[in-house]
């Protein structure tokens, strides 16, 4: 049997897709599905059982009072962090993309270092950075701000600044990236016809950056969503979840119920669960809120 053209190039296409699509198979989903029954079931290490309810894990979940917690610090991390470090990149991307700016390349290149620091290396930087007799007590009560030296990682507060400190640095370059991208798509001749009629540098920031770039931050917000409520690194090698679990992120206590404490994978795998059906949901939010396309 003969095969037309088109025939021919829909073939091809699925023959190189396969493998690809087998690998995300049985690498991701089978995992995941295996992980949802693992989560209706209880006991402790290898001896696990059916719950009674069938719901027992889900349930607990919302009297775990560090659960609780874990979720509100991983919430505050969200609601403070990802704006500010979205604005502060897209602010940047706008003066990067200058072209009468010098050493440009430069700038670029510094702000986008911190991405490519690993994540437990600079975690141990900011931990040292933030000691007692760290370089930051050393500036403040060298200068007078500070009489002694103030222990920033054993107090709430501090403990979860720092955690978000950590964070617009290691990150705002990353999605900094993704705007000047953007902004290199925008024809320029815009701008000069927005200068032409008059249009301030803060009207020509809100009138035509942020229209432009609305898809690109719509993704930019969705995959900093995502990764801040798995937020785990920076909770583990800051603070260690504390004090008093007073810092610890969702994805954090889960690794502590499942290889730090006495294993309960059946609670942990409902916790991950958990954490799917949230980002899923605060994606499609902002999809439906940020996405005007007809």
């Not at 290898?46 to 560090?66: C, E, H």
Request: proline letters at 4%; charged letters at 10%; hydrophobic letters at 50%.
């Amino acid at each position: 049997m003969k095969l037309s053209l088109d025939k021919k190039h829909n073939l091809t296409g699925w023959i190189f897709l396969t493998p690809g699509a087998l690998l995300i198979l049985f690498m991701s989903f089978v995992p995941m599905i295996k992980a949802l029954i693992l989560s209706f079931k209880t006991g402790n290490g290898g001896a696990l059982t059916w719950s009674d309810p069938i719901f027992r894990n889900y349930s607990q979940m919302f009297k775990d009072t560090v659960f609780i917690q874990s979720i509100k610090n991983t919430f505050f991390y969200l609601i403070i962090q990802v704006p500010i470090m979205l604005i502060l990149a897209l602010i940047l991307a706008s003066i990067l993309n200058n072209r009468n700016l010098r050493f440009k390349g430069a700038f670029r290149t510094m702000i986008f270092l911190p991405c490519a620091t690993s994540l437990v290396a600079y975690a141990t930087v900011f931990r040292t950075l933030f000691a007692n007799n760290g370089l930051v007590n050393l500036v403040l009560t060298k200068i007078g701000i500070l009489s002694q030296p103030y222990s920033f990682l054993t107090h709430v507060w501090s403990a979860r600044i720092i955690i978000v400190l950590a964070l617009l640095w290691r990150w705002t370059g990353y999605n900094m990236v993704f705007y000047l991208s953007g902004l290199q798509n925008i024809e320029y001749s815009v701008y000069e016809a927005a200068k032409i009629d008059g249009a301030s540098p803060m009207q020509t920031f809100f009138k035509i950056t942020v229209p432009l770039l609305k898809p690109t931050i719509l993704l930019t917000a969705i995959m900093s969503t995502n990764g801040t409520l798995q937020l785990f690194d920076e909770s583990v090698n800051l603070t260690d979840g504390g004090p008093a679990n007073a810092s610890i992120t969702m994805s954090h206590y889960i690794y502590n119920l499942s290889f730090k404490y006495v294993p309960k994978f059946g609670y942990a795998a409902a916790m991950s669960f958990l954490i799917l059906i949230l980002v899923a949901i605060l994606a499609f939010v902002q999809m439906k809120v940020g996405d005007k396309r007809d």
